[in-house]
């Protein structure tokens, strides 16, 4: 399965991998290199924690490397008053009489206890595409669904200030 981004998710990821291949590399094998020179290598543990750091730096470099070479691109825009990629919306939750604010992202900017929730998620893909005012059913699966009423949609103008999640 292609995970779904957006032209900037590839951009800071792009961003990410030249950052690490010419920083982050550079420092992991002169760590590696200084650790070797301190003698017996079977009882070293700063070679064995310099070498770990470097094999996790390549990891992520090849990580991040697939991500964008099989990412699915997808647009960001949306009509003004729909929801769309990067919106915050605010939510009433009939069931519970409760009022939240999520902003919809995608799936390597997810967060839920930040309330970024993302496109592919039961309530983000129910949200997609509908208007301010609108009553959504949210299906979460074939026995249970619960219907929210959209009350506020806002462009978000800063995302940039998110970062992309590391494993």
Do not use: C, W
Request: zero cysteines; charged letters at 35%; glycine letters at 4%.
């Amino acid at each position: 399965m292609y995970d779904q981004l957006t032209e900037q998710d590839i951009r800071k990821m792009k961003e990410e991998i030249e950052y690490r291949k010419l920083v982050v590399r550079k420092n992991a094998l002169e760590a590696v290199k200084e650790a070797r020179a301190q003698g017996d290598l079977s009882e070293n543990f700063e070679y064995h924690a310099a070498k770990k750091d470097k094999n996790q730096n390549e990891s992520r470099i090849r990580y991040l490397e697939k991500m964008v070479k099989t990412a699915k691109i997808i647009s960001t825009d949306s009509a003004a008053d729909e929801v769309g990629m990067n919106n915050t919306v605010t939510v009433y939750f009939e069931e519970d009489d409760e009022e939240e604010v999520y902003r919809i992202v995608t799936t390597i900017r997810g967060n839920s206890l930040k309330n970024l929730i993302t496109n592919e998620s039961p309530l983000g893909k129910a949200l997609i595409g509908h208007k301010a005012g609108d009553r959504v059913e949210v299906v979460v699966n074939d026995s249970y669904s619960y219907y929210v009423q959209i009350r506020k949609i806002e462009n978000t103008v800063d995302e940039d200030s998110d970062k992309i999640r590391s494993f």
